[in-house]
């Protein structure tokens, strides 16, 4: 069964703290890893990983993919309280013309001023 | 950046009703999706349409739903009789076709959603 995990399952920090999320994943036909950002409705595209090794990064986010360990984590640093939100990892699997995406269960950051 | 439209955004219906979820997705974009999120769960996938058929579904989208794009521009979920556990807020999302450059990285797009209430 395709999974994909993310851990922890919530984190409260303080702002200007560094923060790691991680995403673990077992899944077929595997095509590109993508972090989403969940606040009211609609999951906010962050990244889309294909490569291992290749660090994305836009600002204070950063991500990175490790195809071998079957993982990728997300770096936020010097937070803000508006980052909190939820992240959410998926992993898009190929299938025919129907490619599909495999939530985790989200992590659920809260930055406290 | 173009963006996925879905109406309504928040439908509340009687158990048994039939109901209609609208998805405007982006103009150029192949592939369509739905996505359900049940209050403080996962985003499960439910379905993907392309070529104006089903090309994937999931064990939660049974006989109960169905998917059209009735007129080209439309894509529409529909919930013959609704249960309480259909309650959850769905998400349409479309995908441009393969190759298109996109210039945030980005290849999934997904809609802000409808909130479906069941009671």
């Known amino acids: 069964e395709d999974k994909v995990v993310q851990s922890p399952l919530s984190l409260v920090v303080h702002e200007g703290d560094t923060v790691t999320l991680n995403c673990s994943y077992e899944?077929?036909?595997?095509?590109?890893l993508l972090w989403y950002k969940q606040e009211k409705k609609a999951p906010t595209f962050l990244f889309m990983l294909?490569?291992?090794?290749i660090e994305k990064k836009s600002g204070r986010l950063s991500s990175i993919l490790d195809k071998k360990e079957l993982f990728s984590i997300l770096n936020i640093t010097a937070t803000q309280t508006g980052d909190s939100a939820v992240y959410l990892c998926?992993?898009?699997?190929?299938?025919?013309?129907?490619?599909?995406?495999?939530f985790g269960g989200g992590t659920r950051l809260m930055v406290k001023p | 950046e173009p963006e996925v439209t879905q109406t309504p955004s928040h439908q509340v219906t009687q158990m048994g009703q039939e109901v209609i979820l609208r998805c405007v997705p982006i103009s150029n974009h192949l592939y369509f999706y739905w996505y359900r999120q049940i209050l403080g769960q996962k985003v499960e996938f439910l379905v993907s349409f392309y070529n104006n058929e089903i090309s994937e579904k999931s064990e939660i989208f049974d006989d109960q739903f169905s998917v059209e794009r009735p007129d080209g521009s439309n894509f529409t979920l529909k919930i013959r009789s609704t249960k309480l556990e259909d309650s959850a807020m769905y998400f349409c999302?479309?995908?441009?076709?393969?190759?298109?450059?996109?210039?945030?990285?980005?290849?999934?797009?997904f809609g802000e959603g409808s909130w479906l209430t069941v009671v």
């Open positions: 999302a479309s995908r441009p076709p393969t190759g298109v450059p996109s210039f945030s990285g980005n290849t999934i797009y």
């Open positions: 899944v077929t036909n595997f095509r590109s």
């Open positions: 294909t490569s291992s090794g």
């Open positions: 998926a992993v898009e699997q190929n299938y025919n013309a129907g490619n599909m995406l495999t």
